[in-house]
Nanobody, 118 residues
């Protein structure tokens, strides 16, 4: 079992910044990748960024150059630094941990609301 706790969401003006955090606990040793998803009202959940166990990362085209995913293994924490925020970034952001051994499975955080508005 893996437990994920997210924090850092809030209300910010366009052009502003936020940093989301996701603290993992439990059986964290077999985590293959950690990912940030987001879901806006009336829209499908979409992948925002992923960081793999080896350190490689990927981003959705819509956030490239503005968002940065990182991790601090000593603190079992993943971060999403969000800069130059746009109203289109408004969504509930979810932390996800992907395990592949012994079986493929996902764990999800509760979500944190990010609202970008004037």
């Amino acid at each position: 079992q893996v437990q994920l706790v997210e924090s850092g969401g809030g209300l910010v003006q366009p052009g502003g910044s936020l940093r989301l955090s996701c603290v993992a606990s439990g059986n964290i040793f077999n985590i293959y990748a950690m990912r940030w998803y987001r879901q806006a009202p009336g829209k499908q959940r979409e992948l925002v960024a992923v960081i793999f166990s080896g350190g490689n990362s990927n981003y959705a085209d819509s956030v490239k150059g503005r968002f940065t995913i990182s991790r601090d293994n000593a603190k079992n924490t993943m971060y999403l630094q969000m800069d130059s925020l746009k109203p289109e970034d408004t969504a509930v952001y979810y932390c996800n941990a992907l395990l592949v051994t012994p079986l493929r499975r996902d764990y999800w955080g509760q979500g944190t609301q990010v609202t970008v508005s004037s």
